[in-house]
């Protein structure tokens, strides 16, 4: 059986050779019988490349804040969202052939023994993929960090830095359905404008020069200097709503934010949020988002990679930014 490894911790920027696929015994496909709690065995078929998970490649004196994963252990499999099928269960709500979501190992088959933070798939008549992204995590992340912490008005100025992720091309896609002025990757997403903040060398004044009113919704994946320009061009009572902060991941000393000073006059509302919190309204956004899907109201793209072999550069090329879309890796297509 195959599966990826993280081979020690990691400082500062993560390669590919910090990560190693080992070929190892198969694991039995039956829950163990001596197991006293519910347990069930799956196959992976689809796993998420995400962000969040270079925090969990390094030893932290106190532990991040994420309740919901521990940090990565050498030698053993990596863990992140997937798309799974049960092989065996003794967990009431799944059976033999369900097609499940959660966090899962970065190997072939999983004993998973928390059945319960899992998810139903609910449309397997849909791409099994779209549940590591858009009806999956990233597709939640966007609906809430917009719909709920953002609390959106038609006709207002939406600005989403790393567009072009998993994330960042729903949040900019929901805006638009709602009527919002939206800068992102125009040519794909039908968006009203775009620019690529790596290559601008005053990022206060491109986002003037794309948003001359000022912006009202801020929808935060990057962090460091692009938030310190937002909030110079944060319009009155602006609402920003923090999901990630990408280009602090990788650094032993993040970047300082020098602009906070423009908060309390301008009114501005910085929140963070998780979607751990508010997995019971999931249904909800389940049915909202395969509606979008099936009435074609929303462009979805997938920058997918195939073989396990292949997950430790899938993973890397999106701290590079090489991934266009959600960076998915096929363990199995069935």
Not at 69 to 78: N, Q
């Amino acid at each position: 059986m195959k599966k990826v490894v993280l081979k020690n911790y990691v400082k500062g920027k993560p390669k590919e050779t910090d990560m190693e696929v080992l070929t190892t015994s198969a694991i039995p496909l039956k829950v163990p019988e001596a197991s006293n709690e519910a347990a069930m065995v799956v196959k992976n078929l689809y796993l998420s490349c995400d962000p969040y998970m270079r925090l969990l490649m390094t030893k932290h004196d106190e532990p991040p804040e994420f309740s919901y994963l521990s940090e990565f252990v050498p030698g053993e499999a990596i863990r992140s969202y997937g798309v799974c099928k049960v092989i065996d269960s003794t967990y009431p709500n799944f059976k033999a052939g369900d097609y499940v979501w959660g966090i899962t190992g970065w190997e072939e088959y999983s004993l998973i023994t928390n059945p319960e933070i899992f998810i139903k798939i609910n449309h397997p008549e849909l791409p099994l993929s779209y549940y590591t992204g858009i009806l999956g995590m990233a597709g939640f992340t966007a609906y809430l960090g917009f719909h709920e912490v953002a609390s959106p008005k038609k006709g207002e100025y939406v600005y989403v830095s790393a567009a072009a992720g998993a994330v960042g091309q729903l949040v900019g896609q929901f805006a638009k359905l709602m009527g919002c002025y939206v800068e992102m990757l125009k040519s794909k997403f039908g968006f009203d404008d775009a620019f690529n903040y790596k290559k601008e060398a005053n990022l206060t004044l491109a986002l003037k020069r794309f948003f001359p009113q000022g912006i009202d919704i801020y929808f935060e994946n990057v962090g460091g200097a692009m938030l310190d320009a937002v909030l110079v061009n944060m319009r009155v009572r602006g609402r920003i709503a923090v999901c990630g902060m990408i280009s602090q991941y990788n650094l032993d000393n993040p970047e300082p934010v020098y602009n906070t000073m423009v908060i309390t006059p301008k009114r501005i509302r910085v929140e963070g949020f998780f979607v751990f919190d508010h997995f019971p309204s999931y249904g909800t956004f389940e049915e909202m988002a395969v509606s979008y899907i099936k009435e074609n109201k929303i462009t979805y793209v997938e920058d997918i990679v195939e073989g396990l072999e292949n997950a430790p550069g899938a993973l890397i090329g999106l701290y590079e930014g090489r991934n266009v879309g959600k960076q998915v890796v096929v363990v199995s297509r069935e």
